[in-house]
């Protein structure tokens, strides 16, 4: 794995090496899916079009554009969550032209690839929230609250689930169940009741041995298919790996509730953007051919089957729901409870901000209502010079 992401990190970021030639592609993608690459690849060919196209660690991927942005070296296009387009003042995005958009796109979807008025992304699969995965092995039914998690650990004595503890995106539908969203009309919303309860109760869990608060994404996972863990949560994109693991043993539910209230997680769309304005260099034709490809239909039938996320196309979502099995109908029914991601620029702020928070709260440096408070001064602080 190492080797293959510094081989990305290479390609995208230009260290030294041969640059692939002009006739050819490159494309850096974040979807944590092992077929997509070679899928695309196999799918392009068949169009006459070369496509070069690597995985890159989500947690490098915001660093290394705007280094690439800086150095010049980039790809030709990239395929990440939809919030990696308020990087636009150091990453320069093309704007995208209407014609390049499918008119079959869902208008779930749409605004996902658009920031602040400019079309930004080409939305190409949706989803991305988080769900609850179990091992049927091990449970007869999924719980449907966090009281039996809890339950769960002082029957048995050890952990019953495992997520990216450090991660926020696994700790906002924490913040949602009690009300109240980090951002709000494009403003942090963190120095909230909301906020403290969930600083409060997330770490709780960690204190009574609900959830090992050191295990991380790999980690977690990699309990969960040993079957050492009964419940993780995750995203649709880890669906396919986890099947291949655990095989019909496998379920799929929604996150518990928490104090009886729904968790939302946040949802958004895989979008394609263009780098450093390479829509309008000498490669243009094969973007805008690539473009096409992703969002064809049987593209986005193909792109469903190989769980890398929910299709945007209409039809062909129309088709999976009427054949839909009891896993499909759950990340659909999920779907529709997450709450979309706001797409600003500010989110890029947001999400370290709340780390720097949630660490020192779990340090115990402060209490929920110090961290809310220096969360939100620092949001504030933060973007305040984007304004000017």
């Not at 554009?65 to 990453?91: C, K, N, T, W, Y």
């Not at 096409?292 to 929910?310: D, K, S």
């Not at 999400?351 to 949630?358: A, C, H, S, T």
Request: hydrophobic fraction near 45%; include cysteine; charged fraction near 15%.
């Amino acid at each position: 794995m190492l080797a293959r992401l510094l081989q990305a990190v290479i390609l995208l970021f230009g260290v030294g090496l041969s640059c692939p030639s002009q006739a050819t592609l490159t494309l850096a993608y974040s979807l944590k899916n092992s077929e997509f690459a070679s899928f695309l690849t196999e799918s392009a060919a068949t169009q006459g079009l070369a496509i070069d196209a690597q995985w890159v660690d989500q947690k490098l991927l915001k660093v290394r554009l705007i280094q690439s942005a800086e150095s010049g070296a980039r790809a030709d296009a990239i395929l990440v969550p939809a919030d990696h387009l308020g990087m636009d003042e150091f990453v320069n995005f093309s704007e995208i032209p209407q014609s390049m958009l499918s008119p079959e796109q869902s208008p779930l979807f749409a605004a996902s690839g658009r920031m602040q008025g400019r079309q930004l992304g080409i939305p190409i699969v949706a989803g991305n929230h988080l769900v609850l995965y179990y091992n049927k092995g091990l449970i007869i039914e999924p719980a449907t609250s966090w009281q039996q998690l809890i339950q769960y650990y002082q029957q048995h004595g050890k952990a019953p689930i495992g997520w990216s503890f450090m991660e926020m995106f696994w700790f906002v539908p924490f913040v949602t169940a009690f009300g109240e969203p980090p951002l709000v009309t494009d403003q942090p919303n963190l120095n909230t009741k909301a906020m403290h309860q969930a600083l409060e109760y997330v770490w709780s869990l960690a204190e009574q041995g609900v959830v090992d608060p050191k295990c991380d994404y790999s980690c977690s996972e990699q309990r969960f298919m040993s079957a050492k863990l009964p419940y993780t949560i995750n995203g649709i994109w880890a669906y396919d790996n986890y099947r291949h693991g655990l095989g019909d043993q496998l379920g799929v539910a929604a996150l518990p509730r928490l104090a009886g209230n729904t968790m939302k997680p946040y949802s958004t769309a895989f979008v394609l953007a263009f780098p450093e304005q390479s829509l309008h260099g000498e490669k243009r034709a094969q973007l805008e051919q690539l473009a096409a490809l992703l969002q064809h239909p049987g593209v986005q039938t193909q792109l469903w089957q190989r769980y890398v996320g929910i299709p945007v196309h209409k039809q062909v979502q129309k088709n999976i729901l009427a054949h839909a099995d009891a896993d499909s109908q759950v990340f659909f029914e999920t779907l529709a409870q997450s709450e979309p991601m706001p797409n600003s620029p500010n989110m890029m702020i947001l999400w370290e901000v709340m780390l720097k928070g949630y660490t020192r709260f779990g340090a115990k440096a402060m209490n929920a209502q110090q961290a809310g408070e220096f969360m939100q001064h620092l949001a504030e602080r933060s973007i305040a010079p984007r304004k000017e």
